[in-house]
């Protein structure tokens, strides 16, 4: 490629490369995030690669192929890239091509020639043909060479990993720019929208997916993403939920054919099971029933039958409630409370389930959004999340050079100090010795920071005391008959995400203690109804440099506290 | 991160009293120790984090600095508009007789002409629709004419239609480059002088985009193209512009087609004259073309070559089969007078032969007689005789030339009717030894 090195002829997109589905998008030229459907409309491509006679079929045309020529079609090749074979899980591949020991690496033994001679195929130049398709795909849909990607991987991908992935996507004429991490990709889609505001929030990202779960605690400060806990799951899986689906029909089969054998151990006969339980699965996210139909299914008997949302939720109930265990395990393992969390966004093809959104919206406090397609009307579809956010960052960095990229993401750059307590103001309330603390900064925001409050003066104006402090997180659970508002004991105030949920029977708050006071500033001679603004800078030397000023006023108050060491006051 | 700002509407605690500090400012602790994470390298607020860490800026710094980017940013896209002067003259024009003007000149972008973008027209109006708005002027305190805006107006009109921009773009006397003249060509740069001319008229090709006249570098197969292209140049110059007005009242029909009629036998008529100046013009430059000169008699030189080659090499081939002939005649030749010679010698020795054989059989012969034809003592019967002679002469039919000789030999050493006899007898015995004779076939010399 003759364009690789120049930032100026790159075209980049997008990619989602997924165990079981990849996507493709591109940024338009108004910076909205498009996902590019292949040449057979799929938009969520899925990733299997199929060889009949020696032609070479891709996505969903390859998918159909498991039914009839399934030791030639290759499928769940992702994970198993720059691995050792005895480290990979090949069970998702038991009805497709095996992996096998080839050299240092896996390899399928698949007859991808016209020939009558089983080849095989490393599963590098697997991933090489299959990102070729998808350059096809995006170049066709684009009218332009694609010659550059950004792409995203789980955030377990190890180095070797990404060393594979980049350079299979070498060999089918991408420069991979960047490799980002799925859950932060997403973050990224629903921050990127133009209604979107930059807030402090911390959300988790459950991307349910076909062969694995992950979940990831992402603590977003002003728009700069930190992970803060990650948990991976290959048990609880979308076709996981396809097996339940499998079982359910498969039984129902046997009652009505008794004499038939079972379709599950008839290899025809599973995998048009799992294709229809698959389809079937989608249709219940949209309906609240669905058809299944499928055509000799074993012994030449013909199968219709139908299943209702409820049905289904009953059966997956296990898988669901897993699910949600799963996320909230994710955030203990963060140390936080569900309270912290101000967003849950489910990724992945299995977040369109309507019962697992509802059951995760359940396992969280009311203040804590769910973003999923069944309880929001504004969410991103949960399958395009991760391409989005890949298209957007290469919209962002596709004019940078290549090295410019790498020193921007090099640990040198990435690693920083991170707050590990709140500061804030002590506010008054009824309480006049401590006041109620207020966060300006939270907890986890990524030094340097620079932030300004603008804080309301008593009615009557006059002189006031300003004083900044770290705060500690408490989560208060109080008994459901004690009124909370008459709460003394401890300052209760709202942080700003965090809503009133004084109505509600059980209750679980959050709020802060005081941990140590930092400083202590006065202004003097506020107006009437005048306002206060506080803006503090803390450096990544945990030094504090903070101006108090009243607003419209002139002059004010400067105050630097020097990091770690006692404090010395200077003007 | 800009400035991220909370509003807090709780109040503040009112100061207490006796709180005093030096300058109103007293530290008291200070941060507890923070965790260190990996932020992730994605989104534009990372951009900005990793601009300020490497380049060690502090927020408002950066805020400066980025700021300034982008103001210049907004002075390079104005610093490609510098106007042009405008002629007094052209500002005294009236909007009627606008078919007179200079579009391109009333918009100040005379430098583009036929290759001034859409755009660039666009932002051409609009200075000059604010330096030359009838308001304005009439702000300023002068008249209110507005004719010269009329002017613009309409000269945006024809020039952002595309139809009419052509129409006008076809009879644009400024922007025709006139052809050198011969001698001007001799003097000048060929491919300066004339490539300008062509630049020119290819705007009006439909076919683009139109092949460079090159330089003298440029190959044969370039030239050819060129000129090809040129002799089959597909135009879509029109001369509408030009059109008298047709009368628009519906009194006078006749009249109204007369003047239809006029436009469009005028229109033909300097359609074709065009046609024939591109083709003059087309034939002047490759008269004065030196490459084509070059071509031909590098050409010719070509063919020269190869003729003379040819004819040298038949010349060649003559000369060698004559040679060829003359040797084999020669050959034939000696050939036959060795024959000759070989045969004559053969006789003579044949006739020799001969000679001595009957020679040698005289002998023989004799030497029967001297051995007194085998018989003892004392005269030979005739019977006897003639046995004798029989037998010998069987012998000398049985012998060939050179066992004649040795008999011969033998026999002249031989002294003495028996030793003579004894001669004939071992030849005899030698002869039924080799089973030429049957034993006892001889009589006289048993």
Redesign the interface.
Known sequence: MSAENDPAQRVAIGISFGNSYSSIGYTTGEGRAEVIANEDGDRQIPSILSYVEGEELHGGQAKTQFVRNAKNTVAYFRDFLGQEFKSIDATPCHESAHPLEHESTIAFKVRDSAEDKENEVTVSDVTTRHLKRLRNSAAYYLGKEVNAAVVTVPTNFSNAQKEALNKAAKEAGIEVL?F??EP??AV?AY??RPEAK?A?KIVVVADLGGTRSDVAV?ASR???????ATLHDYEVTGLKLDQVLIDYFAKEFLKKHKSAGDPREDARGLAKLKLECEAVKKALSIGTSANFSVESLVGGIDYTATINRTRYDLLGNKLFSAFSRLVLHAVEKAQLDPLDITEVILAGGNAHTPKIASTIQNAFPETTTVLAPSTSTTAINPSELSVR?AS??AS??QEFELEDIT???H?V?????????A?G?????GD?TN??F???VDA?T??????????????EG??????LA?GLRHIKVTKPEAKPKKEKDEDD?DD?DDDESDEEEELREKTWKV??????????GVKKGGK?EV?I??GVD?G?NAIYREVGGKGG??????????????? | ?A??????????????AG?T???????????????????????????A??R???HKR??SEDDRIQAQANVKKIEDDDEGEISEPEDPLMLQREAKDWKGQDHYAVLGITRYRWRATEDQIKRAHRRKVLKHHPDKKAAKGGTEDDQFFKCIQKATEVLLDPVKRRQFDSVDEAAEVEPPTKSETKKGNFYKLWGKVFEAEGRFSRQQPVPKLGNEKSSKEEVENFYNFWYSFDSWRTFEYLDEDVPDDNENRDQKRHVERKNQNARRKKKTEDTARLRKLVDDALALDERIKLFRQQENAHKNKRRLEKEAEQKRLAEEAAKAKEEEARLQAEKEAAEKASKADSKKAKEAAKNAAKKNKRVIRGAVKDANYFHGAGDAPASQIDSALNDVDVIIAKLDNEEIAALTAKLSGAKGPDAIKQVYQEEVKQLIGAGKLKEGELKSLS
């Open positions: 960047q980002i991490n932060v990709a990224l921050d990127a930059l402090d992402v002003g728009g700069i993403y930190s992970i803060l956010g957007i960052q962002l960095i020193q921007s993401s640990p750059v990435t690693v920083t100090p991170h707050l590990s307590h500061v103001v002590l506010c008054i309330s006049e006041g109620v207020h966060a300006i986890e990524p030094l340097p920071v620079r932030r300004t409050a603008i804080i309301s003066t008593p009615r006059g002189d006031v005391l300003i004083k770290e105030s700003s941990n140590n006071v930092l400083s202590e500033a006065a202004i003097k206060v803006q800078n803390i945990l504090v108050v400067r105050g630097i506290i020097a990091g770690g060491k006692a404090a010395n006051g200077s003007a | 991160m400035s991220a700002s909370v509003q807090i509407n709780l109040p503040l605690p009112v100061l207490p709180w500090a030096e300058k109103d400012f007293k530290p008291i602790g200070s941060l507890s120790h923070a965790t260190d994470r990996n932020i992730e390298p994605v989104g534009p607020h990372f951009l984090h990793a300020r860490k490497r502090t927020f």
